[in-house]
């Protein structure tokens, strides 16, 4: 039995009852994490959470395609679409972090969300929102937090800097989400050694697989928490 299983496993009063739990994904990018996460969903009758909503930062994610393949609405917030190309070029970047959050904030409460997952997604949330979801939203970081964390610290750049220290292993972290920036409570951590000629682009690959473990173990764990709180 996988981590994940075990989790949800050992909340059997609650998936007895087939509760589940309300939740958006938050995406940037290719979402594969996203779809670590619908593949879950789809072949585990016991899963927790169940993905109601996908929102992008942006039009060009394909993690937006994968959403529409499983039938999950989508919606694109990136600071454009909320605020007017005009207002959004003329935006400083924390009017456009806040007007992301508001309007995050707002299809959640639209749509009952109860449990937020961003998965890849490159906007710092700020606000209400953190306030509102304080428990109930988890990031996945492609590092082993505290180090390698903070504004500017994702995707190549993270595995540049991981190379450039010379540390001997990295990993993924998921926590939840805060005021700061990778800065959450830590919920879990997979690990990979480093390898002699590693490459920002080979360490990445290799650490995909275990991102995809980290983030369905972690939804599992909170999911049930929050379904046992409702």
């Not at 996908?54 to 605020?83: C, H, M, N, Q």
């Not at 390698?148 to 190379?163: T, Y």
């Amino acid at each position: 039995m996988n981590k994940a299983a075990e989790t949800c496993s050992s909340e059997s009063s609650v998936h007895k009852q087939n509760k589940t739990c309300k939740t958006a994904v938050l995406v940037s990018g290719g979402g594969t994490n996203l779809q670590a996460l619908i593949d879950y969903e789809k072949t585990h009758a016991d899963c927790p959470f169940r993905i109601e909503a996908v929102f992008s930062d942006t039009k060009k994610a394909y993690a937006i395609e994968r959403a529409s393949k499983a039938g999950i609405r989508t919606e694109i917030v990136s600071p454009y679409a909320i605020l007017g190309a005009q207002r959004a070029a003329h935006a400083s970047k924390d009017e456009k972090r806040k007007a992301v959050s508001k309007r995050i904030l707002a299809l959640c409460k639209e749509r009952g969300i109860e449990f937020i997952v961003l998965a890849g997604f490159l906007t710092v949330l700020s606000g209400e929102l953190i306030d509102e979801y304080d428990g109930r939203m988890i990031n996945l970081h492609p590092a082993l937090l505290p180090d390698f964390g903070g504004e500017g610290m994702w995707g190549h750049h993270v595995h540049e800097a991981v190379l450039a220290s010379g540390k001997k292993e990295s990993g993924c972290t998921v926590h939840f989400v805060n005021s700061g920036c990778d800065t959450g409570k830590i919920i879990l951590q997979k690990k990979i050694p480093v390898l002699p000629g590693d490459t920002p682009e080979s360490l990445a690959a290799r650490l995909a697989g275990e991102e995809h473990k980290a983030i369905v173990e972690a939804a599992c764990t909170v999911a049930c928490m929050i379904v046992n709180r409702i």
